[in-house]
């Protein structure tokens, strides 16, 4: 019985927080723009080679992939905190509700992730209609795993928002905000950089293993490196994910490890999230 007075707590709160997302401009302005975005790409792919019309699935998938590594990630940690971080007294009052303050979060968590996967999926949905009218479903494959990428990279990122934001009530929004856009700017930017220059200056097997290491540490590669498996095979791996693929000697090894590592950036921020919730003081 506590257990599904747990899990009715959490619906309950993921309702809630569901229909808040949906109701607010920042989804809707988010659900347009991606929509645009992706209507772009998929209308604009032949323009370097001098052509002219809507490319197929497969193309769409292998030049919406950087997209959705660059946009997701940003826009989840932004609406992430942005909806976890609530006015003093509205915090208040939403923690002396007789519930437990891990549920609240869970269902705050499951609300907004259904509200984003929702608002990328009309993206993804106008696109692949028009794709489909004008070109078939060749290379649909490719294009659905980028659609289960955004899906993932969107948990990972509201579970690393959940623990920016998780005590920074009122006006201490702005420093989570801040430390969001800087875990972004990290992550999505400079990591790549620092990791191939710290390579380049060990030995082959050292640079290996830091390589594969890379690959496991930052969720956007990881998530980038099993999306280009799925999409193209190894023919697209940069040199950190081909060393992963040494590493596992072969494409299935290299699956398993990285979601069991993607796994591990869904949970972990959000337990650890639960705890220091469980800790502070609210009022």
Known sequence: MRAEAAASAVWLCAKQERLLAVRSRWTQMFAAVFALLVLAVASSGYILSGGSGIQDFARTAASLMQLVLLIIPLASLVMGILAMTPERGGAELLYAQPIARRSVLMGTWLGLFEALVAAQMVGFGAAGLVIFWQTG??????????????????????????????????????RALAAGLMLWFALALVFDLVALGAASLLRSGHASRLLILSVLINPIDAVRTGALLGIEGTAAFGPASLA?????????GAGAIILLALTAWVVTPALLAMRRLSRIDIA
Request: proline fraction near 2%; avoid cysteine.
């Open 244 to 252: 992963l693929l040494r590493f596992t000697r072969g494409p299935v």
């Open 137 to 174: 479903d060749e290379g649909l494959t490719g294009y659905a795993l980028v659609v289960l990428a955004s899906a993932v990279l969107t948990a990972v990122f509201l579970s690393l928002a959940t623990l920016v934001s998780v005590g920074q009530i009122g006006r201490r929004r702005v």
